[in-house]
């Protein structure tokens, strides 16, 4: 029953059309050749690139489960695909620990707040394909309430065999949050879950859910083996990305020993960088398009490390606080 990958994300919007277009345009998404049949008051348009496909759905009709979604929580992922060599067993494994079913024919059970999961035969997995900006999503960041973020492990680690493999506390002045990341024994499949904490100062964690009304993703990492051509290319075609502080590159190669994507580059494009035992990673956190602004997108690219770099945790939660008090200013 062995969790393999993410084979698909189902993301539920005001307008499928356009978000598309979005996507498309500014981050070099293509248009599935089979698209999906028409239904009265459903518009579904498949996307993708690399091994990442992504499903954007929306509904006219009021009533329909999509448009409820959004009406609640805004845009968002609402089904997180899960590829597996035996969809029935991770099913049945799921149940047996706890999950709400949600549609035994459809295997879906309940995940994150209204963020679902949905176990699917591997063999839908996409295959790589080169020569494109992104190559693969390599996590998902997901926001859960005060006090939940240990029965959140215990889920992942008993209903999907997942193990944790990293967990840090971050303190941004007055703010608090705590995180654990789990990940599928493939290792393809990652969760960074976070709580706030709220014997501190409310921050953007808080933010996020009430904003979002409940626990869900913040954020889809997408793996590029370029990061810097995938800025540039993005920021062409109108994509916005959070600014980093100049200080945060002082004393920067020297800190790390060096960096495989010299400094110059890196503070002109705003990346971030980190190192774990594996080697570097580096990254950046797009700006938030959305009303709420409670979902957005990142670019990584790993150079050998395989966990997350603890100074770039630090530095996302910063430059989100920026945008918050930025927008706040202008309202």
């Known amino acids: ?119 699917v035969p591997l063999e839908d997995a996409p295959a790589r394909s080169g020569g494109e900006l992104l190559d693969a999503l390599d996590h998902a960041a997901i926001c859960v309430p005060a006090g939940q973020l240990a029965d959140a492990v215990r889920f992942c680690e008993a209903a999907l065999g997942f193990h944790r493999i990293f967990g840090e506390y971050i303190a941004v002045g007055e703010q608090g949050m705590d995180s654990s990341v789990v990940q599928s024994a493939s290792g393809d499949v990652t969760f960074t879950l976070i709580e706030p904490d709220t014997s501190r100062r409310a921050g953007q964690i808080d933010t996020f859910l009430a904003d979002h009304d409940g626990a869900g993703v913040q954020h889809l990492a997408l793996r590029t083996d370029d990061i810097a051509t995938a800025v540039r290319t993005a920021r062409s075609h109108g994509v916005e990305f959070l600014a980093t502080p100049g200080t945060y590159y002082d004393g920067l190669a020297e800190r790390l020993g060096g960096t495989a994507i010299p400094v110059q580059t890196l503070r002109e494009l705003d990346v971030l960088v980190d190192q774990d035992h594996g080697g570097q990673l580096f990254q950046i956190f797009a700006r938030s398009t959305h009303p709420r602004r409670t979902f957005f997108l990142e670019l990584i690219e790993r150079q050998g490390a395989g966990t997350f770099g603890t100074a770039n945790i630090t530095a996302l939660y910063e430059a989100v606080e920026r945008q918050r008090a930025t927008a706040g200013a202008s309202v």
């Open 1 to 119: 029953m062995s969790i393999q990958t993410i084979t698909h994300v189902e993301y539920h919007c005001a307008d499928a059309a356009r978000t598309a277009a979005e996507l498309q345009r500014g981050f070099g998404f293509l248009r599935d050749t089979d698209q999906p049949a028409w239904q009265p008051g459903v518009r579904s348009v498949h996307l993708h690139q690399g091994s990442i496909r992504l499903r954007l759905n929306s509904s006219e009709h009021t009533d329909h489960p999509v448009a409820r979604y959004v009406e609640r929580h805004g845009e968002g992922v609402a089904v997180l695909a899960l590829g597996c060599t035996d969809p029935q067993a991770a099913l049945e494994r799921a149940e047996r620990h706890g999950a709400v079913v949600l549609d035994r024919d459809g295997a879906l059970i309940a995940g994150f707040g209204d963020t679902a999961l949905r176990f």
